[in-house]
């Protein structure tokens, strides 16, 4: 068992430690004030790319600036306020799908039939986790009113409510976990992707949003849940191969997995976009944020050589150029 021995340092012993790597500090003051309020440990995530490859040391690429490393985090933080954009519209669709199918099929307390739900659901946490809702120090509005209006209705609220009190995480559980042919299918038809896909998408894209909110590092970062590809793949969907070299910041024989990386999720957010908000501009402003940070590297995202030319790219591609 090894102790944990590491000291506590100021932020003028963590600048002295990124000097002696060899990171070029022009303005002292300046990265004083972003490690007081970002913090070395954060900001160390992105110190990474640029270190020399191959040693044991951490040394920093000849020529390396804070600024090189604040505009890679800058960049990250950017793009994730893009993705919770994009995620928010997805995730507020899914809340109405759910909520007009299973009240139009099944009436507006028809989903406490655990029968709706695949056996492998549990029904009862559902139950107990609205209950809770009710008994909460600050109880939603619409639920107090529910519940001191409607003595003789059943203590859950009606679904509407319901999927309005559940997490992104918990509304895709739910959704998951549907299991009457006229209700899955009704919600495929509105997104225009089977069932399967679907329910790994909004999972994958529930975690994504966590990711996000939480304000973690999304560029260079694998992910543990990660959406499904089609089985059959649509003749405009874009290439993903399972393995790119990286071939940026000092790192030529690196290999990644695109599909454990952030584009597969980008193709997936945009392919739902296109149903959801079809003239929302995302994409096109997905490709001017990459234009604004051409030093970024793609590859680290899972970003495939001449993705920008590929069709299912092409119309934000054009929109966004010169």
């Known amino acids: 068992m090894t102790t944990f021995d590491k000291p506590a340092q100021s932020i003028d012993q963590h600048l002295d430690t990124l000097r002696q790597r060899g990171l070029a500090i022009p303005d002292e003051g300046r990265a004083r004030h972003y490690l007081g309020n970002i913090s070395y440990y954060r900001l160390s995530a992105y110190t990474r790319p640029f270190y ?139 997104f225009a992707w089977k069932f399967p896909l679907l329910k790994s998408w909004f999972r994958s894209l529930s975690d994504l949003r966590n990711v996000c909110a939480h304000h973690a590092r999304v560029w260079n970062r694998e992910f543990g849940s990660r959406p499904e590809m089609p089985k059959k793949i649509p003749a405009h969907w874009p290439a993903v191969p399972e393995a790119i070299a990286t071939g940026a910041h000092g790192h030529p024989g690196q290999t990644l997995n695109p599909r454990r990386r952030l584009y597969l999720q980008l193709v997936v957010i945009e392919a739902l976009m296109q149903v959801v908000c079809p003239e929302s501009r995302w994409a096109e402003r997905l490709i001017h944020l990459l234009d604004r940070y051409p030093q970024v590297s793609r590859p680290h995202m899972g970003f495939p050589p001449d993705w920008d030319k590929e069709a299912f790219w092409g119309s934000a591609v054009r929109k966004a150029g010169p």
């Open 52 to 190: 020399r490859p191959g040693q044991s040391d951490h040394v920093f690429l000849d020529g390396t600036s804070f600024d090189d490393v604040l505009h890679l985090y800058v960049f990250d933080r950017e793009l994730r306020l893009l993705l919770l954009d994009a995620i928010e519209r997805l995730e507020v669709a899914l809340r109405a799908q759910l909520t007009n199918t299973l009240a139009e099929h099944h009436g507006p307390h028809g989903y406490l039939n655990a029968t709706l739900f695949d056996t492998r659901y549990d029904h009862g946490w559902l139950i107990n986790r609205l209950n809770n809702e009710a008994k909460a120090r600050e109880v939603e509005t619409f639920l107090a009113h529910y519940r001191s209006k409607y003595t003789a209705a059943p203590p859950q609220p009606p679904i509407w409510m319901a999927v309005e009190l559940l997490t992104f995480k918990e509304v895709s559980i739910l959704f998951a976990h549907l299991r009457q042919a006229k209700d899955t299918q009704r919600i495929e038809a509105h």
